[in-house]
C-alpha cells in the first residue's frame, strides 16, 4: 500500500530523516516507537507531505506522490491523520467538524456527508454530542472527534501522531480503545506512540527509530520478547546505564559508591543501593584493574544486573579458585545470584544479578 525508499529530511544542517526504507502493506497496523527526537512524527508528516522530504520516494499502491506531475492532492486523500492536539475548527460543531472536508474536497452532499458523520460519531461512542462545540468536550472526547473527522474522508490509511500525549491519563484508555476497534476491522494504521503495552497488543508491525533511522523493524512479539539490536532492548527494557571506569589500585571508592548511591536513588532503587555498593566492594578487590563497573537497571524486569569486565580473567568468585575468603563468598552468595561467566572479543565479562534484600538484613552475616 505504501512503499517509502531512500526518504530524507532536513530542518537547516539537522538531518531528521536518514535513508528510511518501509513497507505499509494493507491491513497492516505499525506502530512506531522510539525515543524522542529520532523522526517518528517527521516520517508520519513527509508520507501525507505536510512536510516535503528533501529526496527519496512515496509510493501509494505504487503511484510515487512525490513525482512531477503527480496528483499528490488526490493521493493524499488516502491517508487521515490525527494530531496531537486535535486541531478542530472550535467555531464549528461536532458534525460541521465532520462533514465539511467531505463536502469540500469530496463533493459529497450534506445529507450523505451528515449521515456518515452520524455513523461514524456511533462508532467512536460520542453519539450524543453532534451538536456539541469543542470547547464543550473532553479532551479524550476531542480525539475521539478528530478520528471520526479522518475516516470521513473515506481513507484507506490512518495516520495517528501520538494520539494520546496531550490527554489526561484517565482519558487515553478511551482513545485507545477507538484504535484498537479500528485495528480489529481492518484499517490499515501507522501510529506514532509512547504507550508500549497498547502498541504491543495492537500491532502487527513495530518499526523501532533512532538517530533519523528505522533501527529495527519486526512481528510485535518478536520486537518485544526479542529484540535484536543492543538500542532496541535498551528501549524495550527501559533499561537504565551506569559505567565507572577503574584504571588503578589507587582509585577513587568513595567517589565510585556516591555514583552508585546517585544511580540507584535516581532511578527510585532505596531497597538495593545498600546491596548493591556492598557487593560491588566484595567484587572489585578480588580481582586485579584495569575493571569497568557496569549496572544495568530494567523497568520492565525490576532488576538490575551487576557486571564486571575485564581485559584480564575474571572468576565466578563462589568457586574454589577465587581469592575470595569464606566471609567474602558467603556475603557475595547472599546478595548475587545467576551468576555468569564469558569472554567476549578478548574481554572477561562476570555478571550477576543483585538480590532484593532489604538494607538491614543481616543473613549475610
Known sequence: MIKVTHLSKKFGELEVLKDINCEIEKGEVISIIGPSGTGKSTLLRCLNLLEVPD??????????????????????????????????FAHLSVLENLTIGPVKLLGKSKEEAGENACELLKKVGLSEKVDSFPDELSGGQKQRVAIARGLAMDPEIMLFDEPTSALDPTMVSEVLGVVRRLAKDGMTMAIVTHEMEFARNVSSRIFYMDEGLIYED??????????????TKIFINRI???????????????????????????????????????????LIFLFEPPLTLMLDYSEISDKIMLTLRSSGELINPLTARSKADDISRAIINNLAKNIEEQRLAEQNLLTMEVKMIPHNSRTYL
Open 55 to 88: 529526496s527519496g520516494s512515496i509510493e501509494i499502491d505504487g503511484e510515487d506522490i512525490l513525482a512531477k506531475g503527480a496528483n499528490a492532492p488526490k493521493l493524499r486523500q488516502k491517508m487521515g491523520m490525527v494530531f496531537q492536539s486535535f486541531n478542530l
Open 240 to 282: 537504565r546505564k551506569f559505567e565507572y571506569e577503574i584504571k588503578n589500585k589507587d582509585f577513587d571508592f568513595y567517589g565510585m559508591n556516591g555514583e552508585i548511591k546517585q544511580f540507584c536513588e535516581k532511578y527510585l532503587l532505596p531497597k538495593i543501593v545498600h546491596n548493591t555498593m556492598l557487593l560491588t566492594e566484595e
Open 218 to 231: 519486526g512481528p510485535s512479539q518478536e520486537i518485544f520478547n526479542n529484540p535484536k539490536k543492543e538500542k
